[in-house]
Nanobody, 123 residues
Framework: VQLQASGGGLVQAGGFLRLSCAASGRTFSRYVMGWFRQAPGKEREFVAAISRNGGSTNYADSVRNRFTISRDNAKNTMYLQMNSLKPEDSAVYYC?????????????????WGQGTQVTVSS
């Protein structure tokens, strides 16, 4: 499966953005999907994950109640609605997919990755 992330940009603290991840190549609903982010000089960190049918989700503590992950299998697209953004949310955001890993937070266990989209939150 090929993944293409989009929707990043520059926003003020307290603002919002919606990221999208478009998938192509294989049946999108086969995959558990996740969002990760990586700031300069830091390791890639888990943000959120969603099950194949969208019925289950998992969030990092740092984004819970501010971010919402969702997917539309008919459109082969996953989303990340980011509200109440903080400067510490600034990073390159990546989408990832795996057929078997159940909503996990370990980036090493996701087999497919998109190219990343930059999110910058100004204070």
């Amino acid at each position: 499966v090929q993944l293409q992330a989009s929707g990043g940009g520059l926003v003020q603290a307290g603002g919002f953005l919606r990221l999208s991840c478009a998938a192509s190549g294989r049946t999108f609903s086969r995959y558990v999907m996740g969002w990760f982010r990586q700031a300069p000089g830091k390791e890639r960190e888990f943000v959120a994950a969603i099950s194949r049918n969208g019925g289950s989700t998992n969030y990092a503590d740092s984004v819970r109640n501010r971010f919402t992950i969702s997917r539309d299998n008919a459109k082969n697209t996953m989303y990340l609605q980011m509200n109440s953004l903080k400067p510490e949310d600034s990073a390159v955001y990546y989408c990832a997919a795996d057929e078997n890993y159940a909503l996990g937070s370990d980036p090493m266990k996701y087999d497919y990755w998109g190219q990343g989209t930059q999110v910058t939150v100004s204070s």
